[in-house]
């Protein structure tokens, strides 16, 4: 990167930071520490809320995916809106009418201590390690095209949030993803226009290129459990992990709690699930325009250019060089091929399109086996080789062929990114440690000095965690699907929970207990054996399900469980009640 690059780099780091920390500097006790004063408004609200979900891994991960795979991933956003509208008329109210800290407080009103102490394990679990993939995911990114190290640079991510995040608490999270945000959708909406500008061909050509391609498919109303995403596992399965990641995940609902009033949240709630489908079809649209342009521009072999130059220096060099020359030829033949399409656009010849169509794919197909073969040379020349490209997609091209300064921009976009979500993630850890572990069951009575210095370690405990666990981590597949697959193994358990509590009014804390714990465990059953067989059954189904069967089965455990209990707990429920009311 140029001069320029760094100094608007860490000139949008370091203002944010110190924003954060100069507008939330002063005294203050736990009630505000935690939930920010209670005076947000909603667009701050909502800005938060997506602020929090729009990660890094989003502006890293969803342009490859689109390039990969195509728009189809707009469709696991389907059925947020109506997750919006459940949660505003349902969960919220109660959040508010019972003035919460965490969503887990709730839990122990409805049923008892310890399911409300099971539940807030199981978010620790998750979101604990969920902070360490939201570090160490762009992290391992940007260190390559950086040519960081990459544990400086998870230490760097991870300092610059625990600064902020310990030292103003949630309004310090809060106020600052207002400028993250407006930080990272600048950037990538300047990025999109950028990458229109340039393409050498009319804005109405690209489309054609793109729709022909087969990467403009939003849409499939095809019902396949092995799909990951489709209408069907939009509007179901990722209703079910919008709920719950919006209902009972504390990284989200610290977020509206700190609303004014209860139409403010609302409001807030509202404006996500009326504006994160088209800001996650901007991004995915600009996925797919970088996909046009490397049709008239060569795409590098593999986007990983540290992995290539490490071929480039080894023994493998003349293989490599020979694929790379089969691949440009390939490239220039298919790039031939699109310019045929097109005119056969303009002429309205539709068989003719069509073959041009049919020599195209043959020749993607062929760069993609060329891409194996490279891959394979990489991973012969170093096993631990990293040979998923498809996150190095967009920056790779930011860095080559963006004017300067763009450049630095993009990448505080994404540092930003890594930034707001990462400090919700602490913000939340901490809070939740404290209220429902630390304050409630382990040390008891103390003053609100003491809980709100302890809210402040807690947060930095789980910071130098996320650090840690970014250290030594390793992913799989996509950086976006694995923080998805992550939240899906617990949400649909949590989720279950709630649900049982508001609808469920007859069951209570053992039952409900039990179940959650019998459902956990069989969808973990479910995961590792998933593309094979379990007790003889065959499982094949996209991990977004995890959240619907989750839930689902804890309400089917719960309500089968609890008339069988033993009459004496039962009693001592009733009366445990009668007691709390």
């Not at 839990?107 to 979101?127: G, I, S, V």
Request: charged letters at 15%; a neutral charge; proline letters at 2%.
């Amino acid at each position: 990167m140029s001069s320029i690059d760094w100094i608007v780099l860490f000139g949008t780091l370091i203002a944010i930071v110190g924003y954060g920390v100069y507008k939330t500097y002063g005294a203050m006790d736990m009630e505000s520490y935690i939930r920010g004063k209670g005076n947000m408004n909603w667009w701050t609200i909502g800005l938060s809320i997506m602020a929090t979900q729009a990660s890094a891994i989003t502006f890293l991960s969803t342009p490859g995916q689109a390039y990969e795979d195509g728009m189809r991933f707009i469709q696991f956003y389907f059925g947020l809106p109506l997750a919006m509208i459940i949660l505003s008329v349902t969960f919220l109210p109660i959040y508010y009418k019972l003035k919460v800290y965490t969503a887990y407080e709730f839990l122990e009103n409805r049923f008892d201590l310890k399911t409300r102490t099971l539940a807030a394990l199981l978010f620790l679990t998750q979101r604990g390690l969920a902070a360490g993939i939201t570090i160490y995911a762009p992290a391992i990114i940007l260190s390559t095209l950086l040519g960081w190290n990459l544990t400086f640079t998870n230490i760097f991510i991870g300092v610059l949030v625990i600064i902020y995040t310990v030292s103003g608490g949630t309004k310090a999270v809060s106020i600052t993803q207002k400028q993250q945000m407006a930080v990272m959708m600048g950037g990538m909406i300047l990025a999109g226009i950028l990458v229109i500008q340039m393409l050498p061909v009319k804005f109405s050509d690209a489309l054609h290129v793109a729709g022909k391609m087969d990467k403009l498919n939003i849409v499939n109303f095809e019902l396949n459990l092995s799909d990951r995403y489709n209408f069907w596992s939009g509007m179901t399965a990722a209703l079910f992990l919008f709920l719950s990641y919006f209902g009972t995940d504390q990284s989200q609902v610290q977020r509206y709690l700190t609303g004014s009033s209860l139409t403010q949240s609302r409001m807030g709630l509202m404006m996500n699930g009326l504006l994160k489908v088209p800001m996650q079809f901007v991004i995915l649209f600009i996925g797919v325009m970088v996909f046009v342009f490397y049709q008239f521009f060569q795409p590098p072999v593999v986007f990983n250019k540290v992995q290539v130059e490490a071929l480039e220096n080894s023994e493998y060099k003349q293989d490599f060089m020979l694929l790379q020359e089969e691949f440009t030829a390939s490239f220039q033949e298919k790039n031939q091929e699109i310019m045929g399409l097109l005119q056969a656009v303009e002429n309205n010849e539709e068989s003719a399109v069509e073959s041009a169509r049919e020599r195209i794919n043959q020749h993607a197909a062929r760069q993609e086996q060329v891409r194996s073969e490279v891959k394979s040379l990489m991973v012969k020349n170093n096993p631990d080789a990293e040979t998923r490209d498809t996150d190095y997609v967009f920056m790779r091209f930011v860095m080559d062929y963006l004017p300067k300064g763009v450049v630095g921009l993009l990448f505080a976009v994404i540092f930003s990114a890594a930034m707001s979500s990462t400090a919700s993630e602490l913000n939340a850890l901490g809070s939740t440690s404290l209220i429902d572990i630390y304050k409630r069951s382990l040390v008891k009575n103390k003053s609100q000095h003491h809980y709100l210095v302890s809210s402040k370690l807690l947060t930095a405990f789980w910071g130098v965690f996320a650090i840690l666990f970014a250290t030594y981590a390793s992913l799989f597949e996509n950086l976006i699907q694995a923080v998805n697959l992550l939240g899906s193994l617990f949400y649909g358990t949590i989720l279950g929970i709630f649900i049982v509590g508001f609808y469920m009014k007859w069951v209570r804390g053992h039952a409900v207990f039990i179940a959650a714990f019998i459902a956990e465990a069989m969808i973990l059953l479910i995961h590792f054996n998933n593309g094979g067989s379990l007790m003889g059954i065959p499982i094949d189904i996209g991990f977004l399900w995890y959240n619907a069967i989750g839930c689902l089965l804890v309400m089917l455990f719960s309500a089968l469980i609890q008339p069988i209990l033993p009459g004496k707990i039962r009693e001592s429920e009733a009366l445990d009640k009668d007691d709390s009311d």
